[in-house]
Structures are given as C-alpha cells and as structure tokens.
Nanobody, 126 residues
Framework: QVQLVESGGGLVQPGGSLRLSCAVSGRSFRYAAMGWFRQAPGKERDFVAA????????AYVDTVKGRFTISRDNAKNTVYLQMNSLKPEDTAVYYC???????????????????WGQGTQVTVSS
C-alpha cells in the first residue's frame, strides 16, 4: 500500500518562502509521477505543479510559474515544492499525489492520481 506524508506547511508573511516535502512509502518511488495540488476553503482541488517519473519534465499552473519549483529525490523517496514570493492567494491546504506505476508522465489532472497524502496547511498572511 502506498502512503504519502506531506510536511513543511505553516504561517508565512507575504513575500516569504516555504518548502513542502512529500515522503512516499510502500512501493518503489522511482516509478511514480508526482504532483502537488491545493484546495482553498469552499473551492475545488486545483493543480499546482507536477513532475515526471524521471524528474526531467515538470509542469506548473500559470499563477505560480517563476515562484514555485517542484523537484524530487528518488534516493530519499521524496518530492519537494519550493515556494518563494508567497502571496495571500496561495493560502490553501496543499496535497501531494502519486500516479499509478504504469504512468510516467507529469499530469495536471487530479483524476490521474491514484494516491494522496493528508495535506498540509499553508497560510500566507501579515
């Protein structure tokens, strides 16, 4: 069984930075394309960033391009989301997702992800 555990969320002032981590256990991490999504109160879960199995291909929603960076360390079974120049509109619960083993491409569609973590709260406020 695959388990994903997010960490690194918290309260930060506008313009600040956070790094989210997602630790994967239960199967060989190197086979999983991974993604980060976020959900604000009363809204749907939205795509933020994704990374392919190899780590060579990434994708971002337009609103975070140039500010957020997704990366992975297959030796540590961990995927990261470095978030810089944070804005109040980035406030949400951030979820890490993993695709099934047959799918190596990064995907922007939450429906393509088979496994999810419990989420970590990110609050950007002065």
């Amino acid at each position: 069984q695959v388990q994903l555990v997010e960490s690194g969320g918290g309260l930060v002032q506008p313009g600040g930075s956070l790094r989210l981590s997602c630790a994967v256990s239960g199967r060989s991490f190197r086979y999983a394309a991974m993604g980060w999504f976020r959900q604000a109160p009363g809204k749907e879960r939205d795509f933020v960033a994704a990374i392919s199995r190899s780590g060579l291909d990434t994708a971002y929603v337009d609103t975070v391009k140039g500010r957020f960076t997704i990366s992975r360390d297959n030796a540590k079974n961990t995927v990261y989301l470095q978030m810089n120049s944070l804005k109040p509109e980035d406030t949400a619960v951030y979820y890490c997702g993993a695709r099934g083993a047959s799918y190596y491409r990064a995907s922007t569609d939450a429906g393509d992800y088979s496994y999810w973590g419990q989420g970590t709260q990110v609050t950007v406020s002065s």
